[in-house]
């Protein structure tokens, strides 16, 4: 008999559900048949109920690394774990799955020991990414299940995997990422999202966030910064960060008003948004604490940030990853993340700069009262503070710059326009500027078909009146 | 057939009988509620002329119509009290209301916690305001007990696009806006309202004829016209909110004052036949074309399939030398061609990464990539922009987007051309290898002609020749005997025809709507089509679906496509008739063995996508393997 003819995709579908990729490469794959999952035992020890299991009949492909032995159950998992870190973290399948293999794998683990030595609970056996995996898990599942009141168990439940990780492994860096990871997560979800403005200090309801916060930064400054330098290492360390900036961005527009600020809304507009975003927090608000100190975690932030970078960029440059990614013409994720967190850090001194820069123009362009100085700031000086900061930020946009990505040339150009804004107006420093920024905006609109178009006629209109 | 017309996003709940009459209470208090202008009768008239004189077809609209309180307070109900789902399907992106305690869907008949709306509906649907939009629009009676209300909110990338709104007894469409009412809604915000001219009826023309950017209080309306009231939201481009309540007046029901029997059940017959009728598909392009493969080749083909086995010895070396120019070399390996011809027969489809080899996709991803982002003369937006190789899929409530189909150049751009083209003009075969020729000697031509005078203008028609010209050498690769016989021993199909397509997907533009197959008569073909798309698209950021351009196909039960919802896909109760999707991504060939009852779109590009999706898409008649 010859080879099988196909049945149309339609009656296969009836059959059977299932879409496969089939790589011309030849990177080793292994299937996960997640149905699977749901014959397994739902456990008491972890809050998930069987329900949450028993979904589907569906198929996930997990690539696994070069050079690992694929029957090994721990690098299946340690693979199953970045599947779902790569993927839109939208799977709560694949998060139970990863839960349960963990279980298995303790459960196997003790078993064997029980048996053969007598011992007690130990899971020395297991590696610290082990208990690293399985804490974090535990607690993505908390996004899922943030409408309910399991959040805190989840939470708990990851924090104690993470401490009895530590028990075998005491200065394990994995742990220290795992545990900043999970106390930064914690903050917004199980706390911050249940306040409101009138939210007080109330018993341990409200715990001091100021105290999670500084246990997550305690944790993550004991990572050895040394030790076994590799994508995943950056990747979590730039995740951790980025939840402290979205943290401190939380705290310091809490109350705010969802809708952002659009670069051409009216000048009144802007200045109502403004007002919300000074609204004060009470003494008795359980943010008040935090958001006092923002700055100092801020500055934390960017050293940290900036170390980050340092380690990365030796990091790219060593391996020659640069390099490769021309030849091959492909995005190196490395040299993306590169990119990205030289991006957050220009942000970062553009955030800086807008309170000397509206101090110049006040001074400059709005002075009715004739004032020489507003918080002890002269035109003069804010000017000068403002152009630093901004030049710094410049230079960190680009390094951020991506020759495919227009958006990066806009972030340069918008940048570049507010440092001609420092200047004095039509003078040769600013229309040069403006040029630069100008030429960058042509390009970048050239190529998303008219996007910046607005942001263009009012450069092109201010430089023309 | 397309599932486009008349569809727009509206509840469950919302099309139906309501029988509930506006209370006379609130009709006689109704005046309050609207501003005093609509009771002024030189600003009726001065409307009615409006509508008269409009264009493309009888449409108005009025600034500041409600009590602005009245409004105000609507807004914050909607947005307190009520809950929006997302939901995507071909033809719409948008967020739906639906009641906070009942998701499913508002619940119309109980609005007790949102007094504010209830007085907007008793309002819109009053005597008074029937009878003045009946006055400005000259369309007759309205009825009062047939309500038909919904609420939408389009945040950053929600659209809808072209289609007429005809379903059943449908007289006028209303669409009342609530942006944010302390700020100035911006035509570059996008969401406006766009009217689109039509070509003959039924046939809305590929360019919107003009457009309505929405205001706070600000209302929107047209008559109903079968086959003329052809119109979309454009995508809204940032990250605002854009509120609107939409709605119809209906024909008399029974009982009504201008009630006339069987006028319901005539428009919607009429609907129907004007839909089902052939001569429609004349004014689609591309065709749907497949030519005729040589009876020697499929002779070749026919002891292809009648093989033991599959194995690479069965094509010749210069076989293999020639495909290696353009795929990865292990895909002509025995074992991977049985594998593929495994998976292949047992699903029905088959994704087949880094398909083109590594050297030819390198230099090609640059070449498109390097070309999008310098594109000059700037990407075309309007049909009168498209430059020859490139062609415009038309009409707009079907498809848009560009194609280079190998053929030569074609004026479609009135009935008359279309007649001409379809009835008289040359009847050719593609060819793509000619296309290229031509496209290489034209740009030549033009950079000797310019070599003195280089300009960003040149250079870019330098690049677009290079990213049609590569293009088209593919296409002709997909046409060639070597692959063929490649695809014959992988899929196992007597291939007796073929179409192939170079196709482009521009943001903010294109889109291919639901469809399935045209029925064959022939016995001897068999029923279902083999598709292969190669995506082609350089450029980041797909991966999750929200810039659009996928790739998706449903089963339909129903092979008349009628079924308004058939199109939901994304809702996980209808998650089950979706059998195969695909982002748009770098160098991927999909084959696909697609059954009469499969409905396949590419979902509309978002104008925030970083760049086009590319492809090359071609199809294939197989010979009936059970005659």
Known sequence: MGPKRPLGLGRSSLAKKKQKILSSGASPEVELELKAEAELEAKNETPISSEEVAIADNELTVELEEAVDPTDELSQLRALWFTFLKSERDNELVLNGIIHECDRLLRNTVGTKESSLKSSSNSDKLPAYFHSIYALSLAELAAFNSETDKVKDFFDAALERVQLGFESHPNSSELFLAKSKILLNRIPLEYISKMDLDSQVSGSKNPEVLNLLEDALDSYSKINKNENLKNSYFKECSEILDSLNDLLDIVENFGRNDEGLDSDDEEEEIEEQQQQLEQKLSKKHPLYKLAQKIKDYTLWWRKNTQDLLLQLDFYIKENNLDKIQNEIGENNELILLYREINKKLGQSYLIESEEPSSIYASLTYDNEDDLNEINGLTAENSSKIAQNLIKKAISYLLKAEDPESPQSWVDIAEAQISLGNLFELESDEQENIYKEAEKRLRKANRATHGKYDDILNNLCSNNDD | ?627
């Open chain 2, 1 to 627: 057939m397309t599932q486009s017309n008349g569809k727009r996003p509206h509840d469950g709940q919302i099309i139906n009988e309501t029988s509930k009459k506006i209370d006379n209470d609130v009709n006689s208090k109704v005046e309050v509620y609207f501003s005093s202008k609509i009771f002024n009768q030189d600003f009726r008239d001065e409307l009615k002329n409006e509508v008269k004189d409009s264009q493309p077809y009888k449409w108005g609209t009025i600034r500041e119509l409600m009590n602005d309180e009245l409004l105000r307070n609507v807004r914050k109900e909607v947005l307190n009290e009520i809950h929006f789902t997302k939901k995507e399907t071909d033809i719409y992106k948008v967020f739906q209301s639906g009641d906070l305690a009942n998701l499913s869907g508002l619940n119309w008949d109980d609005l007790s916690r949102l007094p504010s709306l209830y007085k907007l509906r008793s309002a819109i649907y009053s005597q008074t305001f029937r009878d003045f939009i009946s006055y400005v629009t000259g369309c007759g009676k309205l009825s009062g007990i047939k309500t038909d209300m919904s609420i939408n909110t389009y945040t950053k990338s929600c659209h809808l696009l072209t289609h007429d709104d005809v379903i059943g007894s449908r007289r006028v469409s209303f669409i009342l806006y609530l942006p944010d009412p302390d700020k100035t809604w911006k035509p570059h915000y996008g969401g406006s309202l766009r009217l689109f001219d039509s070509v003959v009826p039924n046939v809305p023309k590929t360019d919107y004829h003009c457009k309505l950017t929405p205001q706070f209080n600000q209302i929107a309306f047209f008559t109903v016209q079968p086959g003329l009231s052809f119109h979309d939201v454009e995508e809204v481009y940032v990250d605002k909110q854009r509120l609107s309540i939409q709605g119809w007046f209906h024909i008399p029901q029974e009982g009504e004052d201008g009630f006339i029997p069987g006028e319901q059940e005539e428009t919607a017959k009429s609907t129907l036949q004007q839909l089902e009728s052939q001569e429609l598909q004349e004014y689609d392009f591309p065709k749907i074309n497949r030519n005729d493969i040589s009876k020697e080749e499929i002779k070749i083909y026919d002891e292809l399939v009648n093989k033991d086995a599959i194995s690479n010895k069965y094509l010749s070396t210069t076989d293999i030398s020639y495909l290696e120019k353009f795929m990865s070399p292990n895909l002509l390996k025995t074992e991977t061609m049985i594998q593929i011809s495994d998976f292949f027969a047992d699903q029905g489809f088959i994704d087949i990464k880094d398909f083109i080899n590594p050297k030819y996709s390198t230099h090609l991803h640059k070449l498109i990539r390097d070309f999008e982002l310098n594109e000059l003369p700037k990407m075309p937006s309007r049909q009168s922009e498209v430059k020859f190789p490139w062609k415009q899929a038309v009409p707009p409530h079907k498809q848009r987007f560009l194609y280079i189909d190998g053929q030569h150049e074609e004026k479609i751009d009135s009935a008359d051309d279309i007649n001409f083209v379809n009835n008289c003009g040359p009847q050719e075969l593609p060819n793509f290898s000619l296309v290229k020729n031509l496209i290489n000697a034209v740009s030549n031509a033009s950079s000797n002609a310019s070599a003195n005078t280089a300009s960003d203008a040149s250079s870019g028609d330098d690049s677009s020749s290079q990213v049609s010209s590569k293009l088209c050498e593919l296409a002709s690769f997909f046409k060639s005997k070597s692959f063929r016989k490649w695809l014959v021993l992988i899929t196992q199909l007597v291939l007796i025809k073929d179409q192939i397509l170079i196709r482009r997907f521009r943001p903010g533009h294109d889109f291919i709507l639901a469809t399935l197959l045209p029925k064959d008569e022939d016995e001897a073909v068999l029923d279902c089509i083999l598709e292969a798309t190669l995506n082609l698209t350089p450029t980041r950021g797909w991966e999750n679906g929200e810039f659009g351009g996928y790739e998706l196909c449903m089963i339909t039960d129903d092979e008349n496509g009628e079924d308004d919802d058939a199109a939901i896909y994304r809702s996980s109760e209808n998650s089950d008739s979706v059998v195969y999707s695909s982002q748009a991504c770098w160098n991927k060939l999909t084959l696909i063995l697609r059954d009469p009852n499969v409905l396949k779109f590419i979902k509309y590009v978002s104008f925030n996508a970083n760049g086009s999706r590319f492809d090359i898409s071609g199809q294939w008649n197989a010979k009936n393997y059970s005659c």
